[in-house]
């Protein structure tokens, strides 16, 4: 892996920066106060075409790979994670399934609009007593052979871009057979947004991520199409499998940005604070605790990029994706807190950046997977299964 960015690559990093910086930093905090969605900031996102990064121009897309999605990714998180995780859910989690599963009507129907940001989509797939253990599915569907339709009871929590005026579909994931063991057959099912029986609950009360969309669904004899299954009947739990071990890549840029946004930050209040006659920055406790964040977010980069190369190349990635998912995420709780003790009082104020950054940066051990299923993972790669 060459560690040199493309000149197109660089282009468009040099370009998210930019707009991080100028159209994100300034705006991003009162919306986060407020626990708004911002909706201007994310059609500036889709004009920019950030939705359709990883996909082909034939379906509206930008024509990019993962690398490229983890690039922005990384940018934004390094100026706010709450913008950062509502791009990665709505292309990882919303627009990805429909690209490596769906038929070509359910492509050309979706990824033109997903890939503007013109419509967002979301990911069903956690539940109140599922998280980890997402084989515990207990939302149904059944085939009415009557109307040919799904009909599909249900609960999903924890579900992010569910419920903002522009989301357009939610793929479900949904008992629709058992095998002759007994074991729960899961499909994937596109539910369209405004569907009747679909009901999309108030937002979390959260503790980050307060710019982003999170809720819980219900589904009471919600109908739709036979033709909304996406892929094969039965293989939707080994498709979202796929759908995570490439996300938790992109989870892991994000954890990156916002590393590396400590650092930023740090670097910037330890040459701007004085203590006892000189800036703080002088102090060598501060110096290699910063020292120790940046080197923390260099590695991290490494790990997702190397990740990341593997997937586009076509090698096998799971290994190398729980790697980078796994350190990335620990060492972004790392940089937040030291970051915050940088700070000193300004670090528990909200309106200094590193305040949202501590908030945010917990999550990052849990979503997409937690820290423990990622060590198991990584165990069952080397061999070490039970």
């Known amino acids: 892996m060459d560690h040199h960015l493309s000149p197109e690559l660089e282009e468009l990093r040099r370009t998210v920066e930019e707009f991080a910086h100028d159209a994100v930093a300034p705006k991003i905090g009162d919306f986060y106060e407020r626990h708004e969605f911002p909706y201007e900031i994310v059609r500036e996102m889709g004009r920019m075409g950030l939705f359709g990064l990883p996909f082909p121009e034939e379906y509206g897309g930008m024509g990019g790979d993962y690398l490229a999605l983890g690039i922005a990714l990384e940018e934004l998180a390094r100026v706010d994670s709450s913008i950062a995780i509502t791009l990665e859910a709505g292309v990882s989690l919303g627009a990805m399934p429909v690209y490596r599963f769906g038929t070509e009507a359910q492509k050309r129907e979706w990824l033109p609009r997903l890939c503007s940001g013109e419509v967002l989509g979301a990911f069903g797939l956690t539940e109140p007593d599922g998280g980890s253990d997402a084989g515990a599915t207990r939302t149904t569907a059944r085939l009415d052979p009557n109307t040919n339709e799904w009909v599909i009871n249900g609960t999903k929590c924890f579900i992010t871009n569910s419920g903002t005026d522009i989301t357009g579909l939610v793929t479900v994931t949904a008992v629709t057979d058992r095998a ?29 991520w307060n710019a982003s969309d999170t809720r819980e669904l219900s589904f009471v004899d919600v109908r739709v199409p036979a033709a909304n299954l996406l892929g094969e009947e039965g293989r939707g739990y080994a498709q979202f499998l796929r759908i995570l071990d490439e996300g938790r890549i992109a989870i892991s840029a994000l954890a990156t940005g916002l590393a590396q946004g400590c650092v930023d930050e740090s670097v910037k209040y330890a040459k701007e604070r004085q203590a006892f006659g000189r800036s703080i920055g002088g102090y060598q406790a501060i110096q290699f605790k910063i020292a120790d964040m940046e080197m923390k977010a260099h590695t991290a980069r490494l790990a997702w990029r190397d990740a990341a190369s593997r997937l586009v190349s076509g090698e096998p990635f799971k290994k190398e994706a729980a790697l980078a998912k796994l350190y990335s995420s620990t060492i972004a709780v790392d940089n937040a807190r030291d970051a915050t003790q940088i700070h000193g009082g300004y670090g528990f104020m909200n309106e200094y950046p590193v305040a949202r950054m501590w908030r945010d940066s917990k999550i990052l051990e849990i979503g997409e997977g937690t820290s423990e299923v990622q060590r198991m993972l990584i165990a069952r790669e080397l061999g070490l299964a039970g």
């Open 180 to 208: 002759e063991d007994g074991r729960p057959r899961i499909s994937s099912i596109i539910v369209p947004s405004g569907t009747p029986g679909f009901t999309v609950a108030a937002p979390y009360s959260k503790v980050g």
